[in-house]
């Protein structure tokens, strides 16, 4: 135990000075947007927890696309991402998260994720899995990590709803339960097709809403856009999508976890999309943020709006 906070006491020092401050040259505007937070010792950040399941989990979930290089904004950045992300700083990413009381992590069983994880897990790793789930079969995930909790990928529940296929996705979430996941649950970017999921009465226990609903077909865009349609259509988000998802949050009594809350990095204002998030979804729902510290400590940045807006009346 004594070795264990030692090593998160030097991870902090590390991950502060070395992912934050490694970069050369950062914009001045970026060193901005971070001293305020910086200047807060790391005792004084306090992430909430809250029950999700059997277990007392982080309302900030540490995301896991900017690890392996999904950026959700261009080729380039997702290139630079997955080039600086080695597995040195994944595990030291994850580390740091830990030892600012995140104890959740959104893991995907792909690319080089199964050795992160158990590098980690071997250096005294002890974050609970909330796994995306995108595997052909469930097994292959849940055999290997046997997470607490897992969803079915966002992108396998749309794809399947454009389909007329919805059906494929309650007998996956139905064997990831049979295959003893803990907390099954279901994603997706459109609030109407988790509305559904929600009438149909399945039997999960939890839903993943994305905040912008990025899956929209070429011709709801132009629809919505006068009859034009911008580049790059997979990832285009609108400032008024989030109030939509969030309702859906409201509207049910399950728990719920909202991603790209910062639209991949697109908002101007993170504390903005922080403090929205929280005050529009359920005291007991929760956020799950990648990270990208390369010019700024990013993970303590998003602990520290966690602390401030996702602390509950008791």
């Known amino acids: 135990m004594i070795h264990n906070r030692r090593r998160f006491l030097q991870t902090t020092a590390a991950m502060a000075t070395g992912l934050a401050g490694g970069a050369v040259g950062a914009s001045s505007q970026a060193q901005r947007g971070q001293n305020s937070v910086l200047s807060i010792p790391d005792s004084e950040v306090k ?35 997955q080039d600086w992300y080695t597995q040195a700083r994944v595990i030291q990413a994850l580390q740091r998260a830990e030892a ?6 959104n893991y995907v069983h792909m690319n080089r994720g199964p050795a992160d994880w158990e590098r980690y897990k071997g250096e005294g790793g002890t974050m609970h899995l909330v ?31 454009r389909n007329g296929k919805l059906g494929t996705v309650y007998d996956y979430a139905k064997k990831m339960r049979d295959l003893g996941v803990t907390m099954v649950g279901v994603a997706s970017h459109i609030p109407e097709v988790l509305m559904r999921i929600e009438d149909m009465g399945w039997d999960v226990d939890f839903y993943a809403g994305c905040a912008y609903n990025i899956r929209r077909t070429p011709e709801e865009f132009r629809k919505l856009l006068g009859g034009e349609l911008p580049e ?9 999508d989030p109030p939509r998802m969030y309702a859906f949050f409201k509207q049910t009594k399950k728990p719920c976890v909202a991603y790209k809350i910062l639209a991949a990095g ?5 504390e903005r999309a922080f403090q929205r998030a ?12 990648g990270v990208f510290p390369r010019f700024k400590d990013e ?16």
């Open 266 to 270: 697109r908002v101007a204002n993170v």
């Open 232 to 240: 790059m259509v997979n990832d285009i988000y609108l400032q008024d």
């Open 278 to 289: 929280f005050q529009n979804i359920k005291s007991y729902d929760l956020v799950c943020v």
């Open 299 to 314: 993970i303590k940045e998003d602990a520290y709006y966690t602390s401030r807006y996702g602390v509950t009346a008791s």
């Open 47 to 81: 992430v909430p927890k809250v029950r999700f399941g059997k277990l007392e989990i982080s309302r900030l979930i540490l995301g896991v696309n900017p690890f392996y290089g999904f950026s959700h904004y261009n080729n380039n950045f997702s290139a630079v991402m």
């Open 100 to 105: 600012l009381g995140i104890n959740a992590f």
């Open 131 to 161: 796994a995306q789930a995108t595997t052909e079969d469930p097994a292959e995930v849940v055999n290997a990590v046997k997470p607490y909790a897992a969803w079915v990928q966002g992108e396998i529940t749309d794809r399947a709803y």
